[in-house]
């Protein structure tokens, strides 16, 4: 199992969500989530995939599924859905897991992912990769319309009432800054107001997080108490990646979480990985000072 220890070694040390090892080497690696990194191995790789070993942030019954179509060998989730369990134990592929959970739940922790919802009926490894694929191909390109179609619709505003509905916005951000600066919890920061926000502060540590990443949640407890504590010494804030993509790729946030610490509007610091509250004071007072 020397492929598998591998894939899970680098899972953990590079902060990825899937990681695929066969005879040694590296073969795919990604930090991206869902399933879409899964299909992407498939497409690139085919019938290579066969024999190697996997290491998945999260997996369900739908990974379970394109693990057994792709004839992979042993599979290691730090988060394994039990009906992705019984698919890995009926066609024998050796499996281990950190956390058994009963569903996988969507970025938003909402509800099911809509792919295992797909995945619920299907037994058929085959009927299960051709599924799968059409359903994330489609959610791409309703995401793709979507976009089109709210730019479209932004550009045909009419002028008076463009300028009505950004005075309201202003106002209602305005609002919520000033309730923000009254709580000591980690405010929500956004593409839209990073710069603002980073400006108006001298010092402020942006938290770069998301949903379903495990230490991010783990985090979290954390960077309260350190909001609770630095109260009126400095800013602090959670910036959710997958909402706001932008600033994440300008400050090149390749792994979760990330901690900015931003001084007089530009990066002074950072600070990458789940890490003690002593860590996280140690960079701050070098600031802070």
């Known amino acids: 199992m020397q492929d598998l220890e591998k894939a899970k070694k680098r899972l953990t040390e590079k902060d990825l969500t899937l990681s695929i090892v066969k005879n040694g080497e590296t073969i795919f690696e990604t930090a991206s989530h869902g399933i879409s990194g899964f299909l992407t ?5 085919g019938d290579k995939l066969e024999g190697a070993s996997v290491a998945d942030r999260v997996a ?13 060998k042993a599979v290691y989730a730090a988060t394994l859905s039990k009906k992705a369990k019984a698919v890995l134990e009926e066609n024998a592929i050796y499996h281990e897991w950190n ?6 739940l969507n970025t938003d922790s909402t509800g ?7 995945a619920t009926e299907i037994s058929n490894p085959n009927e299960a990769y051709a599924k799968l694929k059409a359903l994330q191909e489609s959610l791409a390109c309703r995401d793709k319309e979507a976009s089109t179609k709210h730019e479209q619709f932004i550009s045909e505003e009419d002028a008076d009432l463009k300028h009505i509905r950004e005075k309201m916005l202003k106002q209602l951000t305005e609002k919520r800054e000033r309730k923000q600066e009254m ?15 980073v400006n108006k502060n001298t010092l402020a540590l942006i938290d770069c997080w998301a949903p379903w990443c495990g ?7 954390i960077i309260e108490e350190v909001a609770e504590e630095y109260a009126g010494k ?16 300008r400050f090149q946030i390749f792994s979760i979480p990330t901690m900015l610490i931003m001084k007089n509007g530009r990066e002074a610091d950072r600070i990458v990985g789940l890490v003690a509250k002593k860590t996280i004071e140690g960079v701050l007072k070098k600031h802070l000072g």
């Open 41 to 45: 191995a498939m497409e690139k790789f």
């Open 183 to 197: 709580s000591t919890e980690p405010a929500r920061v956004t593409d839209s107001n990073f710069d603002e926000t």
């Open 99 to 104: 956390e058994l959970v009963e569903n996988i």
């Open 112 to 118: 099911v992912c809509p792919f295992e919802k797909l």
């Open 215 to 221: 230490p991010c949640l783990a985090l979290g407890p």
């Open 60 to 72: 369900g019954k739908a990974i379970a599924l394109l693990c057994v179509y792709s004839k992979v």
């Open 234 to 249: 400095l800013f602090i804030g959670k910036l959710n990646v997958d909402e706001n993509p932008q600033t994440a790729e």
